[in-house]
């Protein structure tokens, strides 16, 4: 293959980011490594269509948060189409948009392992096989079935969530080494998740 011909490897890691902590990055700056991606964008949603609506922060600070946490990585960058068109949005829809504004582009998108089962309820789903990689990051010791084509990561994830992450903030205790300092100075100076 030519170097002209040569087509992008983007790795997509979609997410509330509610906040954003050291698994989320883990996983993404991983998976730019070991499948050799140029870069994986953190895409922030505007509203989870997969869960109940949760009580979620604005936007704003959600983008603010990850603008801070990969401001010091090369391989991490974001993709903020979906907060820009607010609402819902379905991983189809949006993917059948950037494929649309990056013909030249390969397109991974990176789940949780726990996602697999639910994979058949996704919007679109054999479509959406037309448009993306899946790739799962492995949880638990052995990969779930799936009746749709997954690559496997195996990564060391810890079980740091972002609903304990906001307990820990309401309860005054600071989470460090479980997120980014900068995005706990944030956190604390706009004094998020204090209620709740």
């Known amino acids: 293959m030519s170097e002209k ?7 997509i890691l979609g997410g509330n980011f509610n906040p954003v902590h050291f698994t989320h990055l ?18 922030p ?13 604005s936007a704003k600070h959600r983008v603010n948060m990850l603008e801070l946490a990969i401001a010091d990585n090369p391989r991490l960058a974001l993709e903020l189409g979906e907060v820009e068109r607010g609402g819902k949005s379905y991983t189809y829809d949006t993917m059948k948009l950037l494929t649309q504004d990056y ?3 390969d397109f991974y998108f990176i789940i949780g392992g726990d996602m697999v089962e639910y994979l058949p309820k996704w919007y679109k789903i054999e479509t959406l096989l037309d448009l993306v990689q899946f790739v799962a990051v ?8 799936s009746p749709y084509p997954v690559q496997w990561l195996d990564l060391p994830l810890s079980s740091v ?15 460090a080494y479980l997120m980014p300092q900068k995005v706990i100075d944030y956190i604390q100076k706009n004094k998020l998740y204090l209620e709740g």
């Open 161 to 175: 969530s972002s609903t304990s992450l906001r307990k820990m903030f309401k309860e005054g205790i600071e989470p």
């Open 5 to 11: 011909t040569k087509r992008n490897k983007i790795g």
């Open 138 to 145: 492995q949880r638990s010791a052995s990969p779930i079935e």
């Open 26 to 43: 883990m996983m993404a700056d991983q998976a730019a490594q070991r499948l050799k991606l140029d870069k994986v964008w953190l895409m």
């Open 45 to 57: 949603e505007a509203l989870p269509p997969h869960v109940d609506e949760k009580r979620t922060i």
């Open 103 to 105: 013909p030249d582009t």
